[in-house]
């Protein structure tokens, strides 16, 4: 697979972001909404998402979500937040099987624990 970057952010779905197999920055589609330094996204299923030029695997559970990418794999449940891949990715909730996560670039100040 061929990673591009649409406007720094976009998705592809293995199994499916709510009813569509890409989504994109400035889409019409309500399930995934980007700003320079935000995503907020609807996802279900497994999907592979894209963002920020990170590559991230999430797997929607009834009321949790496993993120893995980077050499990260991590469980959150709703209101829980982590670092993968570069990326803060914060659970705000799950219902039904349907995941919404709002995913921001590390701030540079954070991004080395050891100072440097």
């Known amino acids: 697979m061929v990673r591009r970057s649409l406007l720094r952010c976009g998705a592809v779905a293995s199994a499916?972001?709510?009813?569509?197999?890409v989504a994109a920055c400035g889409s019409e589609d309500e399930?995934?909404?980007?700003?320079a330094a935000?995503?907020?996204?609807?996802?279900s299923g497994s999907p592979t998402l894209e963002v920020f030029d990170a590559r991230l695997k999430?797997?929607?559970?009834?009321?949790?979500?496993?993120?893995a990418g980077g050499g990260v794999d991590i469980t959150l449940n709703p209101g829980d937040a982590a670092v993968v891949d570069g990326l803060v990715v914060e659970l705000r909730g799950v219902d039904g099987g349907v995941a919404?996560?709002?995913?921001?670039?590390?701030?540079?100040?954070?991004?080395?624990?050891?100072?440097g």
């Not at 399930?31 to 700003?35: K, M, P, S």
């Not at 999430?58 to 993120?67: E, I, L, S, Y």
């Open 16 to 21: 499916l972001v709510v009813g569509a197999g």
């Open 31 to 35: 399930t995934w909404r980007c700003a």
């Open 38 to 43: 935000r995503c907020e996204l609807t996802v």
């Open 58 to 67: 999430a797997d929607v559970g009834q009321d949790r979500v496993r993120v």
């Open 100 to 115: 919404r996560l709002v995913l921001s670039p590390v701030d540079d100040r954070f991004a080395r624990l050891d100072g």
